[in-house]
Nanobody
Framework: QVQLVESGGGLVQAGGSLRLSCSAS????????VGWFRQAPGKGREFVAA???????TYADSVQGRFTISRDNAKNTVYLRMNSLKPEDTAVYYC?????????????????WGQGTQVTVSS
């Protein structure tokens, strides 16, 4: 069982930066793949980035080159550094975790979810 808590969201101007954190409970966190998803008003949940147990990373095309995902297993925490933010990045951001993913892009594959943190980018 893993419990996830996101933090670090807020209001930022276009071009600015934020760092989201996803803190996890559980002694076996290091073996989980952790993903970030986002959901804008009136839209479905969208894959943003993920980091695997072996530190391999994957990004959505829309954030490639602007966002960086990383993990610190000693702190049971995954980070999402977001640079060059755009108004279209505005959404609730969720972190999710799973041990046995077949499709890293699919939110249905992740068993554990945080409560979400709001990111608002003003133009």
């Amino acid at each position: 069982q893993v419990q996830l808590v996101e933090s670090g969201g807020g209001l930022v101007q276009a071009g600015g930066s934020l760092r989201l954190s996803c803190s996890a409970s559980g002694r076996t966190f290091s073996i989980y793949t952790v993903g970030w998803f986002r959901q804008a008003p009136g839209k479905g949940r969208e894959f943003v980035a993920a980091v695997r147990w072996n530190f391999g990373v994957t990004y959505a095309d829309s954030v490639q080159g602007r966002f960086t995902i990383s993990r610190d297993n000693a702190k049971n925490t995954v980070y999402l550094r977001m640079n060059s933010l755009k108004p279209e990045d505005t959404a609730v951001y969720y972190c999710a975790a799973d041990k046995t993913l077949r499709d890293i892009y699919s939110d249905h594959e992740y068993d554990y979810w945080g409560q979400g943190t709001q990111v608002t980018v003003s133009s």
